[in-house]
């Protein structure tokens, strides 16, 4: 493609910037077969993997808030 094409497409793709996320970063240390699991869940629905993490993060918190007491009996 010619540059004159590139910097029109590029010019229009970026007039409406995706509104930045009042967030923070985390890093993790996953184990391998976790994360390529991960990767593909994730590629399977179209999400990102930071809107699956939230999605996943709040339904464990919620879970944790109604029955404490089954998940950490599930966990051993």
Same mark, same amino acid.
């Given at each position: /493609? #010619?540059?004159? /094409?590139?910097?029109?497409?590029?010019?229009?793709?970026?007039?409406?910037?995706? #509104?930045?996320?009042?967030?923070?970063?985390? %890093?993790?240390?996953?184990?391998?077969?976790?994360?390529?699991? @991960?990767?593909? @869940?994730?590629?399977?629905?179209?999400?990102?993997?930071?809107?699956?993490?939230?999605?996943? @993060?709040?339904?464990?918190?919620?879970? /944790?808030?109604? %029955?404490?007491?089954?998940? /950490? +009996?599930?966990? +051993?």
């Amino acid at each position: /493609m #010619p540059y004159k /094409m590139l910097s029109m497409m590029k010019k229009m793709w970026n007039t409406m910037p995706r #509104p930045k996320k009042d967030g923070r970063y985390l %890093n993790l240390y996953l184990d391998r077969t976790l994360h390529e699991e @991960f990767e593909q @869940f994730c590629e399977s629905l179209g999400q990102t993997k930071t809107v699956a993490a939230e999605r996943a @993060f709040r339904m464990y918190m919620d879970a /944790m808030k109604q %029955n404490p007491e089954q998940i /950490m +009996r599930e966990r +051993r």
